[in-house]
DNA sequence: GACCAGGCACATC
DNA sequence: GATGTGCATGGT
């Protein structure tokens, strides 16, 4: 029974967030190196400061593994400054630039083929990637089936009492993964329009007038 | 001026 | 295992 709500909320849910926003188009950048640079800064961050840092990254003409791997850390810490925790940040970056170097030579078609497990584990390795920032460089970088649970996916959950609003990273990712269709631009799409409907919330009430799913409680 | 934003690691209990 | 804290900027 439980079950069956989940699975039907989550496809309801899907279909008005759809209808209401349209695709999302994400991750918002363009090539692996920008994604995952970008789901590095984003830790704890709002976007708009880390769209700040990124554009300081372009103009400096850094946005590239080879320049990101050979820059000093006290440079890249300047550059992204705008995205807060920099020094941090910088040397989070670092860590996983180095990991892609040292094992697959800095090549992502590498890293493309290994399996999204095995990906995966490597990856909770690098001090600095956590369970979030891991699977957003998965499924938005290297378009693996894996789906990123993150405070706005917490929040819309919760709200709608589907789950407990403490509930832990793996099993709500687990709710997601096995009520959803396997599919890749599945878990894009949806993951984008939670975060596009979490900006659209209300601070004070959860569930505001306006809000999409609204009609649904 | 307080509070928040698409976390994570580490210390402590 | 749960909880607290440091990391730090920019917007509201």
Redesign the pocket.
């Known amino acids: 029974m439980r079950k069956n709500n989940l699975r039907l909320f989550l496809k309801q849910a899907y279909c008005r967030l759809y209808q209401c926003f349209g695709p999302q188009h994400w ?2 950048g363009e090539t692996q190196i920008e994604i995952m640079v970008g ?1 590095v800064l ?8 880390v769209e ?1 840092a990124i554009l300081q990254l372009k103009q400096d003409q850094q946005l590239s593994f080879r320049k990101l791997i050979d820059i000093s850390p006290e440079k890249l810490a300047e550059l992204i ?2 995205s ?5 940040k910088a040397q989070r970056l670092k860590n996983l630039l180095h990991f892609i170097e040292r094992e697959y030579q800095g090549q992502f078609k590498k890293m493309q083929a290994q399996p999204l497990g095995d990906l995966r584990n490597q990856l909770l390795t690098v ?8 699977d ?1 460089i998965l499924l ?1 970088a290297f378009g693996k089936p894996t789906f ?1 649970i ?3 996916t917490r929040r819309f959950m919760s709200r709608h009492q589907m789950v407990p609003a403490d509930i832990a990273y793996a099993p709500l990712q687990k709710i997601f993964l096995s009520h959803l269709n396997p599919d890749v631009q599945t878990f894009n799409e949806y993951h984008a329009l939670i ?1 596009q409907l ?2 659209s919330y209300c601070r004070s009430k959860p569930l505001c007038e306006g809000c999409p799913l609204a009609p649904m409680l």
């Open positions: 991750w918002p789901a984003t830790q704890n961050t709002n976007w708009r400061n700040s400054k705008p807060g925790f920099f020094r941090l001090k600095g990637i956590g369970l979030e920032t891991a957003s938005y990123v993150d405070a706005y975060v979490g900006k």
